[in-house]
């Protein structure tokens, strides 16, 4: 098996290596002038198990179309199989008809990957599950919650008096995962949405009062809906409030909403890279996945169990 790092995120890329210690395809990315992608396999990877670790993530165009390119070199130099290990998936919010003409980009998205020579996609907390059915290849969809479970568990020793709450109806079923993992109680914020990127709180569902709040959610994109059901929770009584987000996309001013909102801390995992400013900013911090996608790696690579890493 070989592991061929995009440009996307090199660190986790070298951090997996590290942790299946092989070393990383030699691989030449570049770009010609007028910003065409090229790509050249510096080493023979026929008959080879091949493993693609992108995240699409911004410039997520420029990422993606960087992606498709490795598979089809991968593809034209008779890799056995490619699997595209994929951190983030961008376009994963475009997963329905939001209204009249409108794309389901996620489900482009997929049919580029396919077409492009994917044989098997690796991702990570997926916005939406129906994504993987999306694919007409075997999708394995990752999960953070025992990381976090782990984290949490090292940061609050007496994990009774948290409570989990999900920032929005449409994450019930994520934080209820990891309030099950934790035996602890789940809470809602009910929060209605006027346009794209505005969102305003409406109600929190469940006695929050004195509890420590642990607010769960897949993606923090410009933090507006993170930053109000924290305020939301701490005047309906909160003993205090932090998050843990899978993905950072992090965009604007989201770490200095970040900064100056009521969360003591924002926990995301490393999928997408850390930005200068996320690095600046206090109250923000990220924990490592290359054990988890390292193990999941090995486990596509060996035809053995990934649902073990569930648990």
């Known amino acids: 098996m070989k592991i061929v790092a995009c440009n996307s995120n090199l660190p986790l890329a070298q951090a997996v290596a590290d942790e299946l210690e092989i070393p990383l395809c030699k691989t030449s990315i570049r770009r010609f002038a007028d910003g065409e992608v090229f790509v050249e396999i510096q080493e023979n990877v026929r008959g080879e198990d091949m493993f693609v670790l992108q995240s699409t993530c911004m410039p997520t165009n420029d990422h993606l179309m960087e992606l498709l390119v490795v598979l089809d070199a991968l593809r034209r130099g008779s890799a056995r199989r490619v699997t595209a290990v994929m951190p983030y998936f961008g376009y994963a919010r475009q997963d329905r008809k939001s209204g009249p003409r409108t794309p389901i980009s996620a489900k482009l998205v997929a049919n580029l990957l396919t077409e492009a020579g994917?044989?098997?996609?690796?991702?990570?907390?997926?916005?939406?599950?129906?994504?993987?059915?999306?694919?007409?290849?075997?999708?394995?969809?990752?999960?953070?919650?025992?990381?976090?479970?782990?984290?949490?568990?090292?940061?609050?020793?007496?994990?009774?008096?948290?409570?989990?709450?999900?920032?929005?109806?449409?994450?019930?079923?994520?934080?209820?995962?990891?309030?099950?993992?934790?035996?602890?109680?789940?809470?809602?914020?009910?929060?209605?949405?006027?346009?794209?990127?505005?969102?305003?709180?409406?109600?929190?569902?469940?006695?929050?009062?004195?509890?420590f709040c642990v607010l769960v959610d897949d993606i923090i994109d410009s933090g507006g809906s993170l930053c109000n059901a924290a305020e939301a929770l701490m005047k309906h009584g909160a003993a205090g409030v932090e998050a843990y987000v899978t993905h950072g996309v992090l965009t604007g001013n989201a770490c200095k909403r970040v900064q100056s909102s009521p969360l003591s801390m924002l926990t995301l995992t490393d999928s997408i890279p850390a930005t200068d400013e996320l690095k600046a900013t206090s109250n923000i911090r990220q924990i490592p996945t290359a054990n988890l996608l390292g193990r999941a790696i090995r486990a596509v690579a060996d035809e053995s169990s990934v649902s073990t890493l569930f648990d």
């Open 118 to 211: 994917a044989n098997r996609i690796l991702t990570m907390d997926l916005h939406a599950m129906q994504i993987q059915g999306f694919f007409d290849i075997p999708t394995d969809n990752l999960y953070a919650a025992p990381l976090f479970v782990r984290d949490l568990i090292s940061r609050h020793p007496d994990p009774g008096r948290l409570m989990i709450v999900s920032p929005d109806v449409g994450g019930v079923v994520r934080a209820r995962q990891l309030a099950r993992r934790l035996n602890v109680d789940l809470a809602i914020i009910d929060k209605r949405r006027e346009r794209a990127g505005v969102s305003e709180v409406m109600n929190v569902i469940g006695d929050v009062s004195g509890r």
